[in-house]
């Protein structure tokens, strides 16, 4: 622990916070924690200690030790007073927006990010019926906001919500297909709203190519592109802390959606 302090910080740019911090308080009833300002963890910026991207990074993660009630901290490997290093912490597993409202910076390429769009199953297209009829006995909506994650180095258990999913392959599903799980018993329909399902290769390319083209259609809402949102970063450095934020922001929810477009990878 000595040489925690011997070490070069990288500079933060988060704000102080109040955290949470066990402790015993036999006083309070159901109370087992006190508000604390933690220095330690506002002198160092935020990683993940098993993304690749961040492997040679040097990085610090808290616990509470019950018996000795205290916090103590542990890096992910060995630092040295003789060549000092930049020490990051893990501020958790949260999206780029709990980031920029909680913590003040957004974390590019966050493997644990997710976005929420506007879905919904078209009354225009063929079939309609029959996919409206499919979706009401999965038990999903056919019209609402839901969330996705990176269809490419995500951390997430789903990259891609159950009602999204769902959406995407009933929506894939020709006139047989439809018929099919229709007719199957409710615990083999729910197949389809796993992420993880086996499916038939078909249904499955059908829906990629459903998510490539409305991950597509969103993208092409924004003012600019994920290339013009990079220039800007690059050639404008003294722009307001807030604009670059909110670009940053911008540029990531960008990325997250065109990781869904097979016909760019």
């Given amino acids: 622990m000595a040489n925690l302090f011997t070490v070069h910080w990288a500079v933060s740019t988060v704000m102080t916070r109040q955290n949470k911090v066990p402790v015993n308080l036999a006083e309070f009833d159901g109370m087992d924690y006190t508000l604390a300002l933690i220095p330690f963890w506002d002198m160092a910026n935020h990683a993940y200690p098993d993304v690749k991207e961040q492997e040679d990074r040097c990085v610090a993660e808290t616990c509470y030790n019950a018996t000795h009630e205290q916090l103590e901290c542990t890096l992910t490997r060995e630092v040295s007073a003789t060549a000092p290093v930049p020490i ?63 269809a490419t180095g995500s951390r997430l258990p789903d990259p891609i919500s159950p009602e999204l999913i769902s959406l995407a392959r009933v929506s894939s599903m020709t006139e047989k297909e439809l018929e099919h ?7 083999e329909r729910q197949q389809l709203c796993s992420y993880h399902s086996v499916l038939p290769v078909e249904l499955c390319e059908r829906t990629d190519r459903w998510l490539d083209k409305v991950m597509q259609i969103t ?5 600019t592109t994920i290339e ?13 802390h ?13 990325r997250t959606l065109r990781s869904w477009v097979t016909s760019s990878k």
């Fill in 88 to 150: 990051f912490i893990v501020y958790g597993k949260r999206t780029d927006a709990e980031f920029l409202v909680h913590n003040g910076f957004v974390c590019p390429r966050n493997p644990y990010t997710s976005a929420q769009r506007r879905f919904t199953l078209v009354p225009a297209i063929s079939l309609y019926k029959n996919r409206l009829h499919l979706m009401e006995l999965l038990g999903m909506p056919t019209t609402g906001v839901f969330a996705f994650g990176s």
């Fill in 181 to 187: 799980y229709t007719a199957l018993d409710a615990a």
């Fill in 219 to 223: 993208l092409l809402r924004y003012r």
């Fill in 228 to 240: 013009e949102d990079e220039e800007l970063l690059k050639a404008n450095r003294q722009m307001h």
């Fill in 242 to 254: 807030i604009r670059r934020l909110l670009i940053e922001y911008r540029l990531e929810e960008k």
